[in-house]
Antibody, heavy 123, light 109 residues
Framework: EVQLLQSGGGLVQPGGSLRLSCAASGFTFSSSALNWVRQAPGKGLEWVSSISGSGDSTYYIDSVKGRFTISRDNSKNTFFLQMHSLRDEDTAVYYC????????????????WGQGTLVTVSS | QIVVTQEPSFSVSPGGTVTLTCGLNFGSASTSYPTWYQQTPGQAPRTLIYNTNIRSSGVPDRFSGSILGNKAALTITGAQADDESVYYCVLYIDRGVWVFGGGTKLTVL
C-alpha cells in the first residue's frame, strides 16, 4: 500500500523559509516521479511542482519559480519542498503526491496523496 | 494565461446521472491527459480517472471518463449520497506543467 507521510508545515512570517518533507513507502520510490500540490483555504487545488524519479528533471508553476525547490533523497525514500521568500498567497495546505507511472511528464498526474500539511504565511 | 474551466456547481438526484466537464481556454482538453479527482471536506483528493478514461484502482464503474467535443467529461451514473463532493480535473499543459480546474461542487438531492 502506498503511504506518504508529510511533515514540516507551520507558521512563518512573510519573506521567511520553510521545508516540507514527504516520507514514502509501498512503492519503488526511485522509479516514481513525485508532485507537490497546494490548496489555499476555501479554494481549489493548484499544482506546484514535479520531480522525476532520478531527480534530474524538475518543473514548477510560474508563481514559485526561483523561490521553491523540489528535491528528493532516493536513499531515504523522502522528497522535499524547500520554500523561500514566502508570501501571504503561499498560505495553503500542501499535499505531496506520487505521480502516475510513466517516463514522460505528461503521465505524472498526482495519483496517491499524502495527508496534507498547512503552511501559514503571516506576520 | 491557461485557464481550465469547470462548472462551479451541479446537482443530481439520487440514482440519477450527471456529466461534469473540463475545458481549456487554449486548445483541446482531449489532448491534455485529463485526470479527475474527488475531494470531500478536510480530506485529501482521491484519484478517480486518469488519462481521459482509465479508472483508478478501487473506483466504482459508475464513474467514467470521456471526451465531449473538445472537453473532458466525468460521468457519474446512479449517483449516491456519498458522491456529494467537489470534483476537480487537471490537464497537462506542456513542459511539465499541470493546471487544475476550479472544481465542481456536486450536490446529491
Amino acid at each position: 500500500e502506498v503511504q506518504l507521510l508529510q511533515s514540516g508545515g507551520g507558521l512563518v512570517q512573510p519573506g521567511g523559509s520553510l521545508r516540507l518533507s514527504c516520507a514514502a513507502s509501498g512503492f519503488t520510490f526511485s522509479s516514481s516521479a513525485l508532485n507537490w500540490v497546494r490548496q489555499a483555504p476555501g479554494k481549489g487545488l493548484e499544482w506546484v511542482s514535479s520531480i522525476s524519479g532520478s531527480g534530474d528533471s524538475t518543473y514548477y508553476i510560474d508563481s514559485v519559480k526561483g523561490r521553491f525547490t523540489i528535491s528528493r533523497d532516493n536513499s531515504k525514500n523522502t522528497f522535499f519542498l524547500q520554500m523561500h521568500s514566502l508570501r501571504d498567497e503561499d498560505t495553503a495546505v500542501y499535499y505531496c503526491a506520487k505521480a502516475g507511472g510513466g517516463a514522460y511528464a505528461s503521465t505524472w498526474y498526482p495519483d496517491c496523496w499524502g495527508q496534507g500539511t498547512l503552511v501559514t504565511v503571516s506576520s | 494565461q491557461i485557464v481550465v474551466t469547470q462548472e462551479p456547481s451541479f446537482s443530481v438526484s439520487p440514482g440519477g446521472t450527471v456529466t461534469l466537464t473540463c475545458g481549456l481556454n487554449f486548445g483541446s482538453a482531449s489532448t491534455s491527459y485529463p485526470t479527475w479527482y474527488q475531494q470531500t471536506p478536510g480530506q485529501a483528493p482521491r484519484t478517480l480517472i486518469y488519462n481521459t478514461n482509465i479508472r483508478s484502482s478501487g473506483v466504482p464503474d459508475r464513474f467514467s471518463g470521456s471526451i465531449l467535443g473538445n472537453k473532458a467529461a466525468l460521468t457519474i451514473t446512479g449517483a449516491q449520497a456519498d458522491d456529494e463532493s467537489v470534483y476537480y480535473c487537471v490537464l497537462y499543459i506542456d513542459r511539465g506543467v499541470w493546471v487544475f480546474g476550479g472544481g465542481t461542487k456536486l450536490t446529491v438531492l
